[in-house]
């Protein structure tokens, strides 16, 4: 299947044309023009749901509040994109949580490798008490948090080896995602991890300038990853949820009857955005399968080994932060487990 995976000029001029078809209002008519873009590509539930966002958002207001959305990095990596909403250039982002770890630091405890049992500790989590005060401290940093929005379960992929232990990472040369997190503990199992922005992660792959990389299931398919990854591990390392961002500026510049609409229709896109990306989670193994990759299960005794590892960099980064914060974070974890 060719998904139009990649960030081609095609794909950018049809997806403004795309955008333009599917709204009944236009940009000139609006008080309000916010800018949304985004790291995936258009195939991604993560657009599914800035979509849907949009829709509500402009028919709530009667288009006085116009969304315009961008896929494919088009504006930026994650970190570009917050730079431009703190920046007020830029209107709304919807980032992994791990590059938000450079702007505040405790987002670091959210990348701990193994720290949610499953989605829904996370969602219990996130949408309580620990989850409104990483979104409020966002505040200080020019930028509101609106709701958490979810990307899933991190896998390995790669093109050398089949990995199915702890030892198996073993000179990996690993892409990862821009956190400190992750880089110590990529290096813990012995691989070499690079640090790299997501729109340029296909063409490293392809050109080899790492042998692997980890995101969900969702993205190795939807982004066409198996065209240069062979080996799929449902390795389930750790819980990357999105954030919902708004330049602080412009939420501001909002009457507060529009602050209101924006926050709460960030959530509901959320609540379809989480719905769409766990359905296609799920189907996406068989068709990695189907296109030749070969997938390698990870068992929950190696997942144990890997996990017992990388405790150290946990502990080391849970030292560096706010212990205060540190404890009842933990508190909450333990607490949503019970439930
Ligand atoms: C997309 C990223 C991506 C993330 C990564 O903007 O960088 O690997 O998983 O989904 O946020």
Same mark, same amino acid.
């Given at each position: 299947a060719d998904n139009g995976a990649n960030n081609t000029e095609e794909n950018v001029s049809d997806n403004n044309e795309a955008d333009a078809a599917n709204s009944e209002y236009s940009s000139g008519d609006a008080s309000y023009v916010i800018e949304a873009? =985004? %790291?995936?590509?258009?195939q991604h539930p993560q657009y599914e749901g800035l979509l849907r966002f949009k829709e509500i958002v402009e028919e709530e207001t009667d288009g006085d509040v116009y969304v315009e959305t961008y896929h494919s990095s088009q504006l930026g990596d994650d970190r570009e994109m917050m730079e431009a909403l703190q920046l007020g250039s830029q209107e709304v982002t919807i980032p992994s949580t791990a590059p938000v770890t450079n702007f505040v630091d405790e987002y670091a405890i959210l990348d701990f490798p193994f720290l949610f049992a499953n989605e829904e500790v996370a969602m219990e989590v996130l949408n309580g008490e620990m989850g409104d005060e990483l979104l409020d401290s966002l505040e200080d940093q020019e930028m509101v948090g609106l709701a958490w929005w979810e990307n899933g379960y991190r896998d390995l992929t790669n093109s050398t080896q089949p990995v199915e232990t702890a030892e *198996?990472?073993? %000179?990996?040369? =690993?892409?990862?995602?821009?956190?400190?997190?992750?880089?110590?503990?990529?290096?813990?199992?012995?691989?070499?991890?690079?640090?790299?922005?997501? %729109?340029?992660?296909?063409?490293?792959? !392809?050109?080899?300038?790492?042998?692997g990389q980890e995101n969900p299931l969702a993205t190795i398919y939807l982004e %066409?990853? #198996?065209?240069? !990854?062979? #080996? #799929?591990?449902?390795?389930n390392h750790v819980y990357s949820p999105f954030v919902f961002l708004m330049s602080k500026s412009f939420? *501001?510049?909002?009457? *507060?009857? #529009? !602050?209101?609409l924006v926050g709460d229709a960030a959530q509901e896109?959320?609540?379809? !955005? =989480?719905e769409q990306n766990r359905a296609q989670n799920e189907e996406m193994l068989e068709s990695l399968i189907d296109e030749g990759m070969e997938h390698s299960e990870v068992t929950d005794e190696a997942r144990e080994e890997m996990a017992e590892i990388v405790q150290p960099v946990n502990d080391q980064f849970a030292e560096q932060l706010d212990q205060d914060f540190v404890e009842r974070f933990f508190q909450a974890v333990e607490d949503a487990e019970e439930m």
């Open positions: 873009g =985004i %790291g995936l590509n258009n *198996d990472f073993q %000179g990996l040369t =690993i892409r990862t995602m821009e956190n400190e997190v992750h880089l110590e503990a990529f290096s813990e199992l012995g691989a070499n991890p690079t640090p790299m922005a997501f %729109g340029e992660l296909f063409t490293g792959m !392809q050109q080899g300038t790492v042998d %066409g990853f #198996y065209e240069v !990854q062979d #080996y #799929y591990s449902d390795t939420y *501001d510049s909002l009457p *507060d009857d #529009y !602050q209101e896109a959320g609540e379809f !955005q =989480i």
